[in-house]
């Protein structure tokens, strides 16, 4: 897949309203680590800002469906709540890594694990930050929701329509460069290989564009950020980092 050019967005349509957010951290990444993207977003969108409280047992746990309910069942009550106090009637959700696969899930109808979400009633828009949507060697959960729900599955839908928007890091793994960790030169060439056979594909540090571009989705490229704050100094949740990809996603010139 050809990459966007880097720090663009491809035919940016609407803006998204000015909505309450909702953020979904990613795989045993603490609630700590993502104040910085919480503050950033509230003060560049004026809106009230809901980090989903889920602890590092919690993500252990999503090896099994029941895990992945688990974490849904707290998006659904903050979503709601959310959307109740919104001009638009609707949020806008942003997840980071893993976090970005899970509300993909929450969008859908259902049931999974017998329960039915259809979040796409609450949120008109997800934001996913660095998520392993395709991968080789996939997880079962990954795989599944790949499968039932590939691509933007719900752009086109009516009603109830989702806007996605894909952000993709990528650095340069060289220790000159200064964009990558050591952590981050160690990992990701056996991450890259995992996810699309190549070693030396681009991403940021854990996950290659190819696979966190997710087909159908707006593409955003930054160039220099890194996945998370162990794989480089600017990540998704850094607060300057926060000002571009929401530019994107907020349609600002």
Do not use: C
């Amino acid at each position: 897949m050809a990459s966007p050019d880097p720090a663009t967005v491809a035919n940016l349509p609407t803006s998204t309203p000015n909505q309450p957010i909702l953020v979904l951290g990613g795989f045993l990444i603490g609630m700590e680590a993502y104040a910085p993207l919480v503050a950033s977003l509230e003060r560049l969108s004026g809106q009230p800002v809901q980090l989903v409280p889920v602890s590092r047992l919690d993500w252990l746990l999503t090896v099994f469906p029941l895990g992945w309910a688990r974490l849904l069942d707290r998006v659904a009550p903050l979503a709601a709540e959310l959307a109740g106090r919104s001009r638009s009637g609707k949020i806008t959700l942003v997840g980071h890594s893993s976090g970005g696969i899970l509300l993909r899930l929450f969008l859908a109808d259902g049931p999974f694990e017998g329960r039915s979400y259809g979040g796409r009633r609450l949120a008109d828009t997800l934001v996913m930050l660095g998520s392993p949507h395709t991968a080789l060697k996939a997880t079962a959960m990954r795989a599944r929701v790949a499968r039932e729900l590939p691509g933007a599955f719900f752009a086109q839908a009516h009603p109830h329509a989702v806007r996605y928007v894909a952000v993709a890091g990528a650095i340069d793994l060289a220790e000159p460069a200064g964009q990558a960790s050591a952590t981050a030169r160690r990992l990701a060439p056996t991450a890259y290989r995992n996810s699309t056979g190549d070693p030396d594909d681009r991403g940021d540090g854990l996950v290659p564009l190819d696979s966190a571009l997710l087909e159908g989705a707006e593409p955003v490229v930054l160039e220099g950020v890194a996945h998370g704050g162990a794989f480089g100094p600017l990540w998704y949740g850094t607060p300057s980092v926060v000002e571009r990809w929401w530019a994107a996603v907020a349609g600002s010139p």
